[in-house]
């Protein structure tokens, strides 16, 4: 592990199951959405050092999903940012942008894939309130 350079804010611990297919479809498939921005913004709010965006991700899902790949570039890029986060927090990047853009096609896979991939990097800091302040790596 390499030493502490900055700190962000400890992103939420979620079960993966419930995110892909318990959650979206009690709400009808809304809850998708919200999980897809949450997941960006507490991105943002973990390593301010990088550029990521909040809404926008979201957006591109809700209003071009009948581009089919406008959503396929923005998980795909999801991905890349999810292996930023993880090498932000001192661990091995393990998420594999291919890999979730692949899992789009088989039963939408790739939710589950992205949150067991964030999971990891809640997990790293141990049992922390989402929000709290924790340190980075370089």
Same mark, same amino acid.
């Given at each position: ?42 991105? +943002? ?7 990521? =965006? %909040?809404? &926008?991700?979201? *957006? ?6 009948? @581009? ?19 090498? +932000? ?7 594999? =942008? %291919?890999? &979730?853009?692949? *899992? ?6 790739? @939710? ?27």
């Amino acid at each position: 592990m390499t030493a502490p350079v900055a700190s962000g804010l400890a992103m939420k611990t979620r079960n993966p199951f419930a995110v892909w297919i318990g959650l979206p479809l009690i709400t009808l498939g809304i809850y998708h959405f919200v999980w897809y921005y949450k997941i960006h913004r507490e991105m +943002a709010e973990f390593d301010r050092r990088r550029n990521v =965006p %909040v809404a &926008g991700p979201m *957006l591109v899902i809700l209003l071009l999903g009948w @581009t089919v790949i406008a959503p396929l570039v923005s998980y795909f890029n999801t991905g890349n940012r999810i292996k930023d986060a993880q090498r +932000a927090a001192g661990i091995e990047p393990t998420c594999s =942008p %291919v890999v &979730g853009l692949l *899992l789009c096609f088989v039963f939408g896979l790739q @939710t589950l894939y992205y949150q067991v991939q964030l999971d990891k990097i809640t997990a790293h800091y141990g049992p922390v309130e989402p929000g709290t302040v924790v340190a980075l790596a370089a």
